[in-house]
Nanobody
Framework: QVQLVESGGGLVQAGGSLRLSCAAS????????MGWFRQAPGMEREFVSS????????YYADSVKGRFTISRDSAKNTVYLRMNSLKPEDTAVYYC????????????????WGKGTLVTVSS
């Protein structure tokens, strides 16, 4: 059974940083695109970032470009999201995703989801 377990969320002040981690298990993910989505209260789940199986290609939503960095450690089956210069509008539950096409896509094209980790940015 595939499992994606996120960690690293929490409360941070505006301008601060957090690093999210997503540990995958149940199968090998070395050949699978992985990514992050987020969902704010009352809003739809939205794409944040994705990374190719090799790590050579990355994609970002315009709202986070230049502030967030996605990376992966295939040996550990783990993907990371480094979030800098956080803003109150970044407040959301962040979900790890696996098995998705490369590029900026909708959540309906994701094969596997984690349960999410809450990020709260105070002003």
């Amino acid at each position: 059974q595939v499992q994606l377990v996120e960690s690293g969320g929490g409360l941070v002040q505006a301008g601060g940083s957090l690093r999210l981690s997503c540990a995958a298990s149940g199968r090998t993910f070395v050949d699978v695109t992985m990514g992050w989505f987020r969902q704010a209260p009352g809003m739809e789940r939205e794409f944040v970032s994705s990374i190719s199986w090799s790590g050579a290609r990355t994609y970002y939503a315009d709202s986070v470009k230049g502030r967030f960095t996605i990376s992966r450690d295939s040996a550990k089956n783990t993907v990371y999201l480094r979030m800098n210069s956080l803003k109150p509008e970044d407040t959301a539950v962040y979900y790890c995703a696996a098995g998705l096409p490369l590029g900026i896509i909708g959540p309906n094209r994701v094969s596997y989801w984690g349960k999410g980790t809450l990020v709260t940015v105070s002003s």
